[in-house]
């Protein structure tokens, strides 16, 4: 892809003392964010609104899926003492709305399932008017793995699709597009709100892109996010086009049209961006019963 990168992706540069107080609060409590570990375009808006996607159970991924960021290896950490710093960041922030995610942890037999847990109710614990928005790994469609994050009760379960079927194998790896919509699909039906994600511009057809829509609708998705994929380096896979704000907006139109209730899409949109918006009428309503 040579054409240069068309002026809709200038992202918002950092501003006002927000910023550094969110950096100051990520390094005292020694956390990791998916907003730094993967690049996001979007920090200097985020951060300078006092929000930050948190990263937990380390910030080394056993995947390598070729368009993500996040450092990939063989995991050394295993921090038990990290929920109540967590905790303790969302409180700091003051958020409202919190969206908390992790790398792979396929080394752990759980796929890190009780950290998650632990790191949930530490949140719960310490910020009980918060809504916990929980941006998950596959845990190898492991129900019984996916069981323990769920019994923590968080307000929003999401899962990225990330892309189309067809392109499941080389974007994504070791990740199954049937397995994923599974995922989404078991919190569904235990009764949680859902959300999930996909990129464009890493060579999918107008065809794939709806039938994934259709795919996610049929499994009762209420929350999308649509955003343009970024290359982070020339190693990662090459960005295949720049799909237009007018195109973002015809897939909004189309996703809302099939019955997902809540669409944001747009070239900077990303899983979290602007998450408490996005999500604010699902974060409040107890589906799930006791
Ligand atoms: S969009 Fe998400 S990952 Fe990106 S800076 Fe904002 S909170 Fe962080």
């Known amino acids: 892809m040579k054409e240069k990168k068309p002026t809709w992706l200038r992202a918002k540069l950092p501003s006002g003392p927000e910023y550094g107080n969110v950096r100051d609060i990520v390094d005292d409590n020694q956390l990791h964010t998916v907003c730094q570990s993967a690049q996001c375009p979007n920090m200097g808006e985020c951060w300078s609104r006092g929000t930050a996607t948190l990263m937990i159970l380390g910030n080394v991924c056993t995947r390598a899926c070729t368009f993500c960021a996040v450092q990939t290896g063989k995991p050394t950490e295993l921090d038990l003492a990290e929920p109540p710093r967590v905790a303790d960041a969302v409180a700091k922030m003051g958020l409202k709305h919190c969206v908390l995610t992790s790398v792979a942890r396929d080394d752990l037999p759980d796929g890190g399932a009780k950290v998650w847990a632990a790191t949930i109710r530490a949140v719960r614990h310490k910020n009980p ?134 669409v944001e899409s747009g070239p900077l949109v990303r899983s979290s961006y602007h998450a408490d918006e996005q999500s604010a009428r699902f974060a409040s309503e107890d589906r799930v019963s006791a």
């Open 129 to 262: 008017n918060t809504a916990i928005e929980v941006l998950v790994p596959d845990f190898k469609g492991e129900f019984e793995n996916l069981d323990i994050v769920l019994k923590a009760k968080p307000n929003i379960f999401n899962h990225n699709l990330e892309t189309v079927e067809r392109l499941q194998r080389p974007i994504r790896k070791t990740a199954n597009y049937q397995r994923s919509l599974d995922v989404l699909s078991h919190a569904q039906k235990a009764g949680f709100p859902i959300k999930s994600g996909i990129m464009l511009g890493l060579g999918e057809k107008e065809e794939e892109i709806r039938k994934a829509l259709k795919d996610l609708a049929d499994i009762k998705l209420d929350v999308l996010t649509l955003g343009q994929y970024l290359q982070p380096s020339p190693e990662y896979a090459p960005i295949d086009r720049w799909a237009t704000p007018e195109e973002f907006a015809n897939w909004k139109t189309e996703a809302l049209d099939l019955g997902i209730q809540v």
